[in-house]
């Protein structure tokens, strides 16, 4: 960054500013005695920049304003390595009201600025600039003090030697660190938390399976009964209508059976009757028949016998008619008897029916009382309604005892259904309080694991940043040592060379005289400022080539202070070809020697109150 313009109104010292035209390259001298406002023109620049001053701290910014007025404002035209002039601008009044603007040096009233408020500026100006104020003041502006050795652990140095972003990784995984124990801790305590409200429950997980096991059981049953209850019920109607069905057959076939004796009696009379009196009438025995029949029959007709073997032949037909129907009737008895079978195989079957699975064998207020059938009835039953000796009555009755039972035993089987689904409803609720629980505790733990290897990642990434740092700081040193090299013969008159700089910045010099490194203590003082005034360019060269990539101003304030005429001349001489890179170069000084040459000099003096350029 190079500094074209400069102009300030009621800054500091000053009621007006203004230098234009500043050279890009060489040396400007800011000369005057105490109190002459020669550091006015550093901290406008400061001011202008970033919005605060070396001097001030930000609670005091205030003081800026100069004494009696109520505000001011700055402006610095610059460029950078893109070759566009900037103009940055910034107004302050004594009620803290305070406002910056960066825009195009070139730009019209019309044109939008770049960037507009403090933060914004501040972004903007540092995406083009590459540093901040406390880089700047490390590197390249030395305000009013002595030259000491750099803080190593300041923000500055380090972001000249590139290890913020490593720190701020370190910091941020720290971070994670503590947060993530802090995690863990909590998680644990919850997690233990959970089991002791788990333990509270006393889940059992293998009550709820042997409860629905012990429901299905008896749904199972239940069903069976229904099916025996109805079944029953269905073959205790077919044999009542079979029963009634049977003692009518048996009545017919009684009948049947009585008729076709008398048919076939009559059948072989007839026949014989036809065959004495139609084909042997000269039989005594036929004439007997034949005058007892005339006698006692008045319409009696000899000549109807001949026909008398139809007669015959007509009982003949009604004895098959009468066989046939008396079959059939023990056809029907026959299949009447499956009816009975059939009940009788339900009533046997009723033995096989598993026993109730009760949930306890003790009878409880409001069960229903089963029926009690002495044992054999049930045989006894079975047995007479197979052979149909029970009638109608005693088989309805034996019938309805067994439903009764049946219908008991399944009243008794619901209730116990109801209770065992109030048993696993409740057993559910405490498997879904236990399960949401454990659900809970394993995604905690599941939570915990995670923190963990995100801590071990964090514990890993430390110690390769940790590494990476010590890398970084070591090449730092040491291109830090090869700046200074360089330039510290050049301050030193070639008597001192070499630096010895540790990792906590702390700075040795060797001596060729003594052919050992030294402590800065054991050197003078005016050497002890140009060895520390080399080691402060090389900053500024390091931070140039990291940062900036650009040429750079180099603000001065009073370096030379305690240097007598020869190391000041030496120093001032040497200042322009210590770095390609630092070629606008600010020195402020109250007076230097003569011979000096001097791109741009201003003086100062306590009486003015404005100051312009003067090219010498």
């Not at 660190?177 to 802090?182: F, I, N, R, S």
């Not at 009764?404 to 405490?430: K, M, N, P, V």
Request: one cysteine or more.
């Amino acid at each position: 960054m190079i500094i074209h313009a400069i102009s300030a109104r009621n800054v500091l010292k000053y009621a007006s500013l203004e230098l234009k035209d500043l050279p890009a390259n060489g040396l400007i001298a800011i000369t005057g005695p105490n109190e002459s406002g020669k550091s006015t023109i550093g901290e406008t620049v400061c001011f202008a920049l970033f919005g605060r001053t070396f001097s001030l701290e930000s609670d005091d910014l205030g003081k800026v304003i100069r004494w009696g007025q109520t505000h001011c404002s700055a402006e610095l035209e610059f460029s950078v390595k893109d070759g566009v002039r900037y103009r940055i601008s910034r107004f302050l009044d004594d009620k803290g009201n305070h406002s910056a603007r960066l825009s195009r040096a070139e730009a019209g009233d019309d044109e939008e600025p770049l960037a507009l408020g403090m933060e914004a500026v501040a972004d903007r100006l540092y995406g083009l600039i590459g540093y901040e104020f406390d880089e700047f003041i490390e590197s390249f502006y030395l305000a009013q003090r002595e030259i000491t050795t750099p803080h190593p652990h300041s923000h500055a140095l380090k972001t000249m030697a590139g290890l913020v972003t490593l720190e701020y990784c370190i910091e941020s995984f720290n971070s994670d660190l503590e947060q993530g124990a802090v995690l863990v801790k909590e998680t644990g305590e919850e997690i233990a938390q959970l089991q002791e409200q788990i333990d509270e429950v006393g889940l059992d997980r293998t009550v709820l399976p042997g409860l629905e096991l012990h429901r299905s059981e008896l749904l199972q049953q239940v069903e069976q009964r229904n099916q025996a209850l109805e079944s029953l019920d269905q073959a205790s109607i077919e044999y009542q209508e079979a029963y009634t069905q049977r003692q009518k057959a048996i009545g017919s076939r009684g009948r049947a059976g009585f008729l076709r004796l008398l048919s076939l009696l009559a059948a072989l009379l007839a026949g014989d009757l036809w065959w004495l009196l139609v084909q042997q009438p000269e039989l005594a025995i036929s004439q007997q028949i034949a005058e007892l029949i005339a006698s006692n029959s008045p319409l009696h007709d000899t000549g109807m016998m001949a026909y008398a073997h139809y007669v015959g032949a007509g009982f003949a037909l009604l004895f098959l008619l009468f066989w046939v129907r008396r079959s059939g009737l023990n056809r029907r008895i026959q299949s009447l008897q499956q009816a009975a079978e059939a009940l009788s195989d339900k009533l046997h079957g009723l033995d096989d029916l598993p026993l109730l699975s009760r949930l306890t064998d003790e009878h409880e207020e409001g069960d229903p009382a089963i029926p009690a059938i002495e044992p054999g009835d049930r045989e006894s039953l079975a047995r007479r309604v197979r052979g149909f000796e029970a009638d109608i009555a005693e088989a309805r009755d034996g019938v309805a005892v067994e439903q009764a039972q049946l219908r008991s035993e399944i009243e008794l089987a619901q209730l116990d259904i109801q209770r065992l689904d109030t048993d696993i409803a409740a057993e559910q609720e405490r498997l879904d309080k236990a399960d949401g629980l454990e659900s809970i505790r394993e995604s905690l733990q599941v939570k915990v694991e995670d923190n963990q290897r995100n801590m071990d990642l964090c514990e890993l990434a430390n110690g390769l940043l940790s590494g990476a740092i010590r890398e970084v700081s070591y090449h730092f040193n040491l291109k830090l040592r090869q700046l200074v090299g360089k330039s510290l013969p050049l301050f030193t008159e070639n008597r001192y060379e070499h630096l010895k700089i540790d990792d906590d910045l702390t700075v040795r010099a060797f001596s060729s005289e003594k052919t050992d490194f030294m402590d800065l203590d054991e050197i003078s003082s005016g050497t002890q400022r140009q060895i520390m005034l080399a080691v402060r360019l090389a900053l500024s060269q390091e931070l140039v080539e990291r940062a900036v990539g650009a040429e750079q101003f180099l603000f001065l304030d009073e370096p030379f202070a305690f240097f007598d005429q020869r190391r000041t001349r030496s120093a001032m001489t040497v200042l322009p070809t210590v770095s390609n890179d630092l070629t606008q170069i600010w020195i402020i000084g109250q007076e230097f020697p003569k011979d000096v040459h001097f791109d741009l000099h201003i003086e100062c003096d306590r009486e003015f109150q404005t100051i312009p350029a003067t090219a010498e």
